[in-house]
């Protein structure tokens, strides 16, 4: 049994991104932004956080709420908190504060590709080669990865505040992870990707694949946006993710909408996009368990699932870890939001993973799919104030 305090709700959301520190944990999504801190409970499974839920009291009339991350493979163990306290805002894009606490983070850094990036296109010709071969997957999610090492203890805060007044309007998180040798370890990311949402008797999830470079000429962006909604490669690309992802929450529905595909902007890419939206069956359904029925989808892993996570285990030469894996909060009822954990970085002490990878198809090109995870890249290197090209060799 345990009492979670519920603190006065923030009157602006930049006061939770100032009062943030490490081990604590931060969501802010366009409903609203959460910090909590300390740990009254913890689980690891998404299956296991309703009952955890139901064990303690909260001074909020929703009782009180798990926030965390699990990770890519469903096999290892998340880290979902109840925190001791809790403060809520409003959402980041209605406070008003505009973008003025953006501060690069001190270098010089040295950065390392795991792999270096012929060795991705390499591994995007392997992939290549499984699809043609027609018995395993019909679409792999492959990533790549680049190590930076800095001066000092990485400021996460800062950074979490960088990512956060770049794009108010998006999921900005980080989620305290089971500790690394010494130091604490943190998921800090700003994802476009909502896995899905309820609220009541309804559910959202947004699935996006299909991406295409933005550029700073509006009639390029233009070009690319069209290209993109266009593509016959990227539509079906998208479309074996919105099928996963509706067959995922069919069961749990009585109604479902699955709109034409749309685009939909970050500051460096164009996403081909679906909102997926539902009435439940049974309006107490877990978010948490929607989250569970539907990770990984095509959009992180590939298709099917199971092979395709086996040629992303024989191909890709790292642990994703918590990358593609999610970050959400929910309260008692079960009304929550969980993050599809991409464009984000796994910090511990002096040094930050990165990671990006991008949805593999007969026609896709290896060389267009390296460009995609350096555009990719580019969410985490900006927010930390790097701005130099990556995929220049490193001696
Ligand atoms: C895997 C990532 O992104 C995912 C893959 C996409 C694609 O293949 O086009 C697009 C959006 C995401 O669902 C990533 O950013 O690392």
């Not at 979670?4 to 969501?27: I, S, V």
């Not at 509006?218 to 067959?247: F, Y």
């Not at 910090?347 to 060389?367: E, H, M, N, Q, R």
Request: charged share 20%; aromatic share 4%; proline share 9%.
């Amino acid at each position: 049994m345990f009492h979670q305090r519920t603190e006065p709700a923030a009157k602006a959301a930049g006061d939770l991104l100032d009062a943030y520190r490490p081990e604590a944990a931060f969501l802010a999504t366009p409903s609203g932004v959460v910090l909590g801190e300390g740990a009254a409970a913890v689980t690891e499974r998404l299956e296991d956080v309703a009952d955890l839920l139901a064990r303690g009291t909260a001074d909020s009339p929703a009782g009180p709420i798990a926030i965390g991350a699990i990770p890519f493979d469903t096999g290892a163990p998340g880290r979902l908190v109840v925190p001791d306290s809790v403060r809520t805002s409003p959402p980041l894009a209605e406070s008003g504060q505009g973008d003025r606490r953006q501060r690069p983070l001190p270098g010089p850094w040295t950065m390392r590709p795991v792999p270096a990036p012929d060795e991705h296109a390499e591994g995007v010709e392997r992939v290549l080669k499984r699809l043609a071969a027609g018995d395993g997957p019909a679409k792999v999610v492959l990533a790549r990865s680049l190590r930076l090492s800095g001066p000092g203890t990485v400021d996460v805060g800062q950074l979490l505040s960088n990512l956060a007044w770049r794009d108010p309007a998006g999921h900005t998180f980080a989620a305290d992870l089971p500790a690394a040798a010494g130091s604490t370890r943190t998921l800090v990311g700003a994802s476009p990707e909502l896995l899905v949402a309820k609220r009541g008797g309804r559910v959202v999830s947004n699935p996006l694949a299909g991406s295409a470079p933005r550029s700073a000429d509006p009639s390029k962006d233009q070009r690319s946006a069209v290209d993109l909604l266009g593509s016959a490669k990227d539509r079906h690309e998208h479309a074996v993710v919105v099928e996963a992802v509706t067959e995922g929450l069919r069961p749990y529905c009585r109604t479902l909408d699955v709109p034409e595909p749309e685009l939909a902007g970050t500051a460096t890419l164009w996403h081909l996009s679906t909102r997926i939206t539902g009435e439940l069956r049974d309006p107490d359904t877990p978010s948490a368990l929607l989250a569970a029925a539907l990770h990984p989808t095509p959009a992180v892993c590939g298709s099917p699932t199971a092979a395709a996570r086996a040629a992303i285990g024989g191909i890709e030469p790292f642990d994703r870890g918590f990358y593609t894996g999610a970050v959400g909060c929910t309260d008692a009822r079960g009304d929550g939001e969980w993050i599809v954990s991409i464009r984000c970085a796994d910090v511990a002490g002096d040094t930050l993973d990165l990671f990006a990878g991008g949805g593999i198809v007969p026609d896709s090109d290896p060389d267009a799919e390296l460009a995609e995870t350096s555009v990719k890249l580019r969410t985490l290197l900006l927010a930390l104030g790097v701005n130099q090209p990556i995929d220049a060799p490193q001696g």
